[in-house]
């Protein structure tokens, strides 16, 4: 169901603003998931990949493969790993471009302006589970019920 009124639900209009959307915002549509000692340790789900981030490749023909990321190629919407090539026909090798979302972020690359962005998510992400109050357990529907 749709709940903003001002947001369309067109199939074509959402392919438009995907296939045309400015680096910035490719940047953020390009995140990928974080692995969960990670996740556990700084407390984010995901975060937008970045050039030196260690990543592990989670589907497709590269599946189990891990590297460095050499390069986000926002235009084609692909990033670049290292020892992630293919041999073309004039003996030439060239990185093959995977999709964000089919890697797992292993290693994040951390300067201080990432460091930052981990502490405002994390920040945003305690104080929403705060607000919902965490999980209920059998003694406390128990006195509800009551």
């Known amino acids: 169901m749709k709940y903003n009124p001002r947001v369309s639900s ?76 293919r041999e073309k026909v004039n003996g030439s090798t060239v990185n093959v471009g995977v999709h964000p979302s089919k890697v797992v972020i292993s290693k994040l690359f951390l300067d201080k302006d990432r460091k930052s962005l981990i502490d405002r998510k994390a920040k945003g992400r305690a104080a929403a589970d705060k607000e919902k109050g965490g999980k209920f357990n059998a003694e406390d529907i128990m006195q509800t019920l009551d």
């Open 10 to 85: 067109s199939r074509r209009k959402s392919r438009k603003a995907h296939f045309t959307a400015p680096s910035s915002l490719r940047r953020i549509l390009m995140s990928a998931p974080v692995s969960t000692d990670l996740r556990a340790k700084h407390n984010v789900r995901s975060m937008p990949i970045r050039k030196n981030d260690e990543v592990q490749v989670v589907r497709g023909t590269y599946k189990g493969r891990e590297g460095k990321v050499v390069q986000v190629y926002r235009k084609k919407w692909v990033i670049h790993i290292e020892r992630i090539t």
